[in-house]
């Protein structure tokens, strides 16, 4: 099948933030006149954004990279390979491995990545580089992410992001609020505002941390769309935010990627804290923000967890209640600096952790959905529900997109994705609610 060689596919893998980089290459390629496709058959160039950030990853882009590449044999196709894979190893390396890749492009020549596929097919490029991001893949279904900063300066131990992406780089103020105004016009129910650690926004632009100053800009800026503030490093969630948060309608909602609560094995990470200082943390969130949501993140199986700072982890987890809880088993990461540390516990012992502490979360989160029986709460609508047909899926302030739980709403007619309605809670289904819409 013959297909426009001036079209592609873009498949996105990873985290928003890569989300956000793939919106962005492709809003350049469709003002340069090229046109997207929803399938791989379809597109003249298919277009793989990678994530390399631990083993898994890497894995599920070399998956990915090899199904697109049986493709490319059939139709002329050609195949680009872009984002953190190439920037972790480079495509100098990569390209003997894998020579059914037609071009590498690393994040550093993003903004001239319509005229690299120009050159690619034998057209002439127009000359014309970067332009702001004009499409959100997720607009369709209410919300857009926003990334406020590229890189961290942080030296986690355990962490290859500093390498693959840099140092903190933060967008400016206008810059982020131009774009978060524009996606609100097109009907943005939901602003998410994303980093690799959205805390030290502003450091390396303003000398301090300006996060809680873009807060008051954007309130401003997108009217009465919610704004939900996701990757909050622990030691920067001052008193400052937490009132910013408060004063300009941010989600009583923060993301917290604690790690662990054992201080021996924090410190082997490159942090600090202890199960003590992450309470009193928790406690000053309560004392500031009242009811709020808490995701927390934590990694088990790194090196020198040992029986003890796992049964002290564990104690944490069942003793904090966190809404929601994002689980890893540690990874061992070349380049990094923990790399030297040894693979951590074993595969069997860190699986065995993860299933005991998921057992104790489910728990909670199980309880925590029957005690909102009976409240009536806003619902964000995303999308009709392929799980549970005649129902449409949604989320309150206490979910993020796609990571956290759902809304189940009864489809009684006349709802549509992107809007905001006010449901009766009914019932609990796991760690979901199901409700109706409360009409009149």
């Known amino acids: 099948m013959m297909v426009h060689k001036k079209s592609f596919f873009l498949f996105s893998l990873g985290c928003p933030k890569n989300e956000v980089d793939s919106d962005g290459l492709a809003s350049m390629l469709m003002r340069e006149g090229w046109a997207m496709q929803r399938h791989a ?59 059914e890749v037609d071009m590498w492009v690393d994040m550093s020549e993003y903004h001239r990545f319509a005229a690299l596929l120009d050159e690619l097919i034998g057209e002439e490029p127009t000359g014309e580089e970067g332009g702001g991001r004009d499409r959100a893949a997720t607009l369709e279904r209410g919300f857009v992410y926003v990334k406020i900063a590229e890189g961290c300066s942080r030296r986690c131990s355990f962490c290859a992001i500093p390498a693959i ?79 910013a948060m408060a004063d300009y309608g941010a989600c009583r909602y923060l993301d917290l990627p604690f790690q662990h609560s054992d201080a021996g094995v924090l410190k ?38 040992d029986g003890r700072a796992f049964a002290d982890l564990a104690a944490f987890v069942a003793g904090a209640r966190f809404d929601w809880l ?17 693979k951590g516990a074993s595969a069997s012992v860190t699986r065995a952790r993860l299933q005991e502490l998921a057992a104790v979360q489910e728990e909670i989160m199980r309880e925590k959905a029957v005690a909102l029986v009976g409240n009536e709460m806003r619902v964000l609508l995303e999308q009709a ?28 007619g006349g709802l549509r994705a992107g809007s905001m309605v006010d449901v009766a809670i009914t019932s609990s289904e796991g760690v979901d609610l199901v409700g109706t819409v409360k009409r009149g």
């Open 41 to 99: 058959r379809d597109a003249g160039v298919m277009v793989v954004n990678t994530c390399s950030f631990v083993a898994a990853a890497v894995e599920e882009s070399l998956e990915t990279i090899m199904e697109l590449a049986d493709l490319r044999e059939d139709g002329g196709r050609r195949l680009v390979v872009s984002g953190c894979l190439v920037s972790r190893y480079g495509g100098g390396t990569l390209a003997p491995l894998l020579p």
């Open 165 to 243: 992406r840099g140092p903190l780089s933060s967008r400016p103020r206008e810059e982020i609020v131009e774009e978060a105004r524009l996606f609100t016009r097109h009907g943005a129910r939901e602003i998410v505002l994303v980093a690799q650690d959205t805390t030290s926004y502003g450091l390396d632009l303003y000398g301090r941390t300006a996060l809680p100053d873009l807060l008051s800009d954007l309130r401003e800026a997108v009217g009465e769309a919610w704004l939900r503030v996701m990757y909050t490093y622990p030691e920067g969630v001052d008193d400052a935010l937490l009132r």
């Open 268 to 305: 082997a990470m490159g942090r600090r804290g202890d199960a003590g200082s992450h309470l009193r943390l928790l406690a000053r969130i309560g004392e500031l923000m009242g009811e709020v949501a808490l995701r927390a993140t934590f990694m088990v199986g790194f090196p020198g967890e």
């Open 326 to 342: 994002g689980l890893f088993g540690y990874s061992q990461e070349e380049g990094t600096p923990a790399f030297s540390l040894g």
């Open 385 to 412: 529900s392929s799980e549970a047909p005649g129902f449409w899926e949604g989320r309150t302030w206490r979910e993020a997109p796609e990571i956290d739980g759902v809304v189940f709403v009864a489809d009684t």
